[in-house]
């Protein structure tokens, strides 16, 4: 996540060592890239077209940000997992993964080569979504 003090720098630096950038922000900031000269390409990816989109969104963002060289997947049962829970939602997705990652990182172990389905379980038994992502309960005309 691309913070607004941040962004200046980071374009700055970009331009002048002729790198591109991968940014996630909920900010427009394509003005910025204007006043650089600099092309912007946007997609939206709030919502996956799909299980095998999802897979491809989540390993491609799992492969961007790994620490190291070590690689981390998700199983297929995991992502049929994430799937059948979240559907096509990919900003809870990340969310939720965050999470999985954070608590790994709270006991001091290093994620696996593969997530499996039972961890992801594990974590979503304590987990709440955001409170813009948490369902809303309906509410009950009394006659």
Do not use: C
């Amino acid at each position: 996540r691309v913070w607004p003090w941040n962004i200046w720098r980071l374009l700055h630096q970009a331009k002048r060592h002729l790198v591109s950038l991968l940014m996630g922000t909920l900010l427009n900031i394509w003005h910025l890239f204007a006043l650089r000269g600099m092309r912007l390409r946007t997609r939206r990816v709030a919502q996956a077209d799909g299980r095998a989109h999802l897979a491809t969104v989540i390993q491609t963002r799992l492969t961007a940000f790994r620490i190291d060289e070590t690689a981390v997947t998700l199983t297929d049962e995991s992502l049929d997992y994430l799937w059948a829970t979240f559907g096509s939602n990919l900003r809870l997705v990340d969310f939720f993964l965050y999470e999985v990652f954070q608590q790994l990182a709270e006991r001091g172990e290093r994620p696996p080569a593969g997530i499996t389905p039972r961890m992801l379980h594990a974590v979503k038994a304590r987990w709440e979504p955001p409170v813009a992502h948490r369902v809303k309960p309906q509410s009950v005309r009394r006659k």
